[in-house]
């Protein structure tokens, strides 16, 4: 069952990020749904069909919120398809996704904020590898 759900997720990815898509980048989603299909038998094969679903929004510019919605998708998709998911599992993939949505929704007009994104970043990366360094 989970390969079933998997794929559904997959295709809903796909689906997602093909939406108005036009030129290579429908061709390009096309190859993404089939390494999708493909990934039922060749687990390697989501990592390829996640990373031209990439590729698809590089090339289409979906609307922002089909990006969303295509994150959380490559995100299930991988899960389901790897491993049993669990509820933090899940949790953390719809709060990633629902906060990438508020930035989407909320536009913020603030000069400074680009340079303060890589500094925020080190942060929460250094704060969630400390439990590791001692």
């Known amino acids: 069952m989970s390969r079933f759900a998997a794929i559904a997720f997959g ?18 989603a096309g190859i993404a749904a089939t390494a999708v299909l493909a990934s039922a038998w060749v687990r390697p094969a989501a990592t390829a069909a996640v990373l031209l679903a990439v590729l698809t929004v590089v090339l289409g510019a979906p609307a922002p919120m089909h990006a ?37 929704v909320l536009p913020v007009q603030v ?7 890589p500094t925020a970043l080190l942060a929460g990366y250094l704060l969630a590898v400390r439990p590791f360094t001692r």
Request: cysteine-free.
């Open 11 to 28: 295709l809903l990815m796909v689906g997602a990020v093909a939406y108005r898509a036009d030129g290579l980048a429908v061709m390009v």
């Open 111 to 117: 000069a400074w904020l680009p340079l303060a994104a």
């Open 68 to 104: 969303v919605l295509a994150g959380l998708a490559a995100a299930v998709y991988l899960v389901v398809l790897h491993t049993d998911p669990t509820v933090p599992t899940m949790a953390f993939a719809v709060g990633f996704a629902a906060a990438a949505a508020a930035v989407v």
